[in-house]
């Protein structure tokens, strides 16, 4: 039944959208959930559209999906295209980028498009492509790129009101135009050092980069240990919940991380003790750990609705589409549900590493910019004490403070 049904949707296929197909059409055929594939191919929109894509019987192509509108059907469809290997996999959020830029810029009036196209394709654009070949280039990130493209844009256009030009703008124009707009200050700063870079500006201009705001959300340590021990030893707890819970806490791991985490990147050393590579060295994990994220490997159900056509490690946490992993949303939707607060345990989980290890080990370790890692240790000497000090007025109860130099081994918290 489910190969007949796949078979009429299909069936309009012609020429080369039908050869190109034929492995989407096998995938769907030999799906391991067959009541899901029915019930998708009979009332998703996404089965519609690739059903009229096939009867157009032109070969399907990224640049294709992008001219249409930016649905979540034509999201669906592209991701099953891509999962079955009828088109090739590309960093979409990176793709997002490029294509809001293009379509940005193209609005813009010429004379802010003549400054602001440069800057956004050759230096916003061009550096996130350098971060997307070492990493996944993450949601987040593409939208952090796309607001500094506005703030830039927003400059320029704040330039044409005031009837300024860009050569000629002095040190008191710039400081009138960070005092009036604080929210941007950091991307306006981006624009500024490119355009001295560029010569498009007084090269003496300064615009001083904003303050780092210490963080204000923290654990006690003994809490920090409660949910450590929590997530290491509490059956009840989802075991991809236990493991993100416990990267989060031992190694400061931000989300968008740990759902990006490969299968390959957990190895067993010739010791016997399982390792995690965060980004060049492996880490040795506790030996609850350890098991959790074994079992995970052999055991993670994925959730997608075929099985992935691809040659790359699967993710430690599959998610819904094939080849793909866990929602970040999700997974920090049900940290918070139970009673796992993400930002609060990071926070103090990085300065318990600053605190114990030089900031160049953290960095290396945890794959943070080295930079990062210095302006924890810093605020961590200045700040940690003060502030401990008014979380134990204010709480009325007694907080270790030299606890919180200490970096758990592999032995904390039910580690055995």
Request: charged share 25%.
């Amino acid at each position: 039944m489910l190969v007949d049904r796949v078979g009429e949707l299909l069936a309009p296929a012609r020429g080369e959208a039908a050869r190109q197909l034929l492995p989407l059409a096998e995938a769907l055929g030999a799906a391991p959930h067959p009541r899901s594939v029915l019930s998708w191919l009979h009332r998703h929109s996404a089965a519609a559209l690739l059903a009229g894509l096939a009867a157009e019987g032109q070969a399907i192509t990224h640049e294709m999906l992008d001219r249409m509108p930016r649905m979540k059907s034509t999201r669906n469809v592209r991701e099953l295209l891509v999962g079955t290997g009828v088109l090739p996999a590309r960093q979409e959020n990176l793709a997002r980028l490029e294509t809001w830029t293009s379509s940005f810029v193209g609005a813009l009036p010429a004379g802010q498009a003549r400054l602001i196209g440069p800057y956004a394709r050759w230096h916003i654009v061009r550096d996130a492509r350098r971060r997307a070949a070492r990493r996944p280039y993450t949601s987040r990130a593409a939208d952090a790129d796309v607001r500094g493209i506005r703030i830039a844009a927003a400059f320029t256009a704040w330039l044409d009101h005031e009837d300024l030009d860009l050569a000629e703008l002095t040190q008191a124009d710039l400081d009138r135009y960070l005092t009036e707009h604080p929210t941007k200050h950091r991307g306006t700063r981006a624009f500024i050092r490119w355009a001295i870079t560029r010569r498009l500006t007084d090269k003496h201009l300064t615009a001083a980069a904003p303050r780092w705001p210490f963080p204000s959300d923290f654990l006690d340590t003994d809490e920090l240990d409660a949910q450590l021990s929590r997530c290491l030893n509490d059956t009840g707890l989802p075991r991809e919940i236990r493991i993100a819970g416990a990267l989060s806490r031992l190694y400061a791991l931000p989300l968008t991380r740990i759902v990006t985490l490969t299968a390959d990147r957990y190895t067993q050393g010739t010791d016997g003790h399982g390792y995690l590579t965060l980004e060049r060295n492996p880490v040795l994990l506790p030996p609850k750990l350890d098991r959790l994220i074994q079992e995970q490997i052999t055991g993670a159900a994925s959730t997608s609705m075929i099985c992935p056509h691809t040659e790359s490690p699967p993710f430690l946490m599959p998610g819904r589409v094939p080849g793909r992993h866990r929602s970040i949303n999700w997974l920090y939707t049900q940290m918070h549900k139970h009673g796992l607060p993400v930002r609060p345990a990071r926070n103090t989980a990085m300065i318990e590493a600053v605190t114990r290890l030089p900031p160049i080990v953290v960095a290396d370790l945890f794959g943070i910019q080295p930079g990062t890692a210095e302006s924890w240790a810093r605020y961590a000497n200045a700040s940690w004490t003060a502030y401990l000090a008014a979380r134990r007025e204010d709480a009325g109860r007694s907080v270790r403070s030299t606890d919180t130099a200490r970096l758990r081994g592999p032995h904390a918290a039910g580690g055995e």
